[in-house]
């Protein structure tokens, strides 16, 4: 199992970017609490920066996956479209936060 620590900085809206080594076994993103706020995982096809795009559920006609963190934190276990990826929030950081990834599990 590989394990990422991911380093959201004060005043950002995503993540640094991570490599998923083994796309046949799930990610599991660990997001501690905080604020209420919206967090999805995005997938790119390319290293480094965009395009990332937030994996998308046609039937719920909505983001698949999304980890709504809130006073008990929160878990998304999904399998990774793309090698690589970044974490997202629907409204900035107020302080550094540290997120942990999963993969190979």
Do not use: C, K
Not at 9 to 16: E, F, R, T, W
Not at 54 to 73: I, R
Request: net charge neutral.
């Amino acid at each position: 199992m590989d394990a990422v620590n991911l380093l959201v900085p004060s005043g950002a809206l995503v993540s640094s970017a991570f490599f998923v080594s083994r796309l046949d076994r799930p990610v599991i993103l660990q997001v501690p609490s905080m604020a209420a706020n919206g967090v999805r995982l995005e997938w790119s096809t390319v290293s480094g920066t965009a395009p990332f795009a937030a994996l998308h559920d046609p039937q719920a006609g909505a983001p698949a996956a999304p980890v709504f963190s809130g006073t008990a934190g929160g878990f998304a276990r999904i399998f990774a479209p793309a090698p690589y990826g970044r974490v997202s929030f629907v409204t900035t950081m107020s302080a550094p936060m540290s997120l942990q990834l999963y993969s190979g599990v």
